[in-house]
């Protein structure tokens, strides 16, 4: 717990700080953590792995750390919670870095609208050398606070505005951006937190599974710089990647012991399913994994009741593109 002069009744908050094998990155995500104009509270470090070079690395940084057996980020990510002893818990990703004021803003937020229970803040995308999606090139975060004096926002965050639909539009994919996500304690305990086991997707299922017991808001503010480097998971697919989205798609339609918000029928979002479906099978074709490819299609069943989807779903790109030039073709006659 770091010291700070607050009432003991003012609210609190914990960071908390996933790592595998990336010690240089962390150190950066940390140090951003320290820097803040409102210290976190608690700055919870989780090494995926108890030989992760980050326990060595962060040795005499004042944070804590906790290394787990290697279980993946939604194992370090509940075990980060599990360690909390806050109100509310973010979250940053060990290669991405929090502006000064991210939390001074959040706090503010929190307390002008206590019905709020989660939020998340617009971003800023870097790289070391700066491609055609990112903002500006930098490697640290002084260099990227000099970047944002001068920089011209080029992504369009509006996705990102859910609130007062937050359940319904989560259906239809992510909205949100994990590392500035701030969740209340105990509605992310009782979300069930992060799913285990699975290689993509759990920040998805966490933001809809609070979504059933909040609204999601946005901090329109660009309180975060989301490191942009080419081997992501966001640039990356394979067989297993695109079932585990099938299957988080699957659950979100399944009973819950959790509320369910008022949202449009099945249909409504096939297109985002079929857009799912589709990469999914393609990484199966790519890596001639023929099991996984049957198994994408069962799961599609459930979620693209409509067979001529399915079908539109597993055509070539070349085909795909001729039926969308046709649509909208013939949507013009």
């Known amino acids: 717990m770091q010291d700070r002069d607050a009432d003991a009744a003012a609210t609190t908050f914990a960071l908390v700080i996933p790592t595998h094998r990336r010690p240089e990155f962390v150190r950066q995500a940390v140090d951003s953590a320290l820097r803040q104009s409102r210290p976190f509270d608690q700055v919870i470090v989780i090494p995926d792995g108890l030989d992760d070079p980050a326990v060595a690395a962060l040795a005499d940084v004042p944070v804590e750390v906790h290394p787990i057996e290697k279980a993946g980020v939604a194992a370090a990510r509940n075990a980060g919670v599990a360690n909390a002893r806050t109100d509310w818990v973010c979250f940053l990703d060990d290669d991405d870095l929090l502006h000064p004021d991210y939390l001074a803003r959040v706090e503010r937020e929190a307390s002008g609208s206590p019905e709020i229970g989660a939020m998340n803040a617009a971003y800023w995308s870097f790289a070391s050398e700066a491609g055609p999606d990112d903002e500006f090139a930098a490697d640290t975060l002084d260099e990227c606070l000099v970047a944002i004096r001068t ?6 965050l509006s996705y990102l505005e859910i609130e007062g639909r937050s359940f319904d539009l989560l259906l239809e994919r992510m909205r949100g951006s994990m590392s500035t996500s701030a969740v209340r ?3 992310l305990e009782r979300a069930g937190g992060f ?4 290689v993509t997707a759990q920040d998805w299922v966490m933001y809809v599974n609070v979504a059933r017991l ?3 808001r946005l901090i329109r503010d660009r309180l975060a710089f989301f490191r942009d480097l080419p081997n992501s998971i966001t640039r990356t697919g394979s067989p297993v ?3 585990t989205a099938l299957r988080a798609i699957r659950s979100f339609w399944q009973p819950s012991p959790l509320p369910t918000p008022p949202h449009r029928p099945l249909d409504a979002y096939r297109t985002n399913y079929r857009f799912v479906l589709g990469w999914a099978l393609r990484a199966c074709w790519r890596a001639r994994d023929l099991r996984s490819y049957r198994e994408a299609l069962v799961i599609a069943r459930d979620i693209l009741p409509r067979r001529s989807d399915r079908i539109r779903a597993a055509a070539p790109r070349w085909v795909q593109g001729g039926i969308r030039r046709a ?4 949507g013009r006659r």
Do not use: N, S
Not at 151 to 156: G, H, S
Not at 327 to 330: D, E, K, Q, S, V
């Open 241 to 243: 990647k695109g079932l």
């Open 327 to 330: 649509t909208r073709l013939f």
């Open 195 to 198: 799913p285990h086991g699975m």
């Open 185 to 187: 304690r105990d509605l």
């Open 214 to 216: 909040t609204e999601w």
């Open 151 to 156: 920089a011209v926002p080029r992504r369009d």
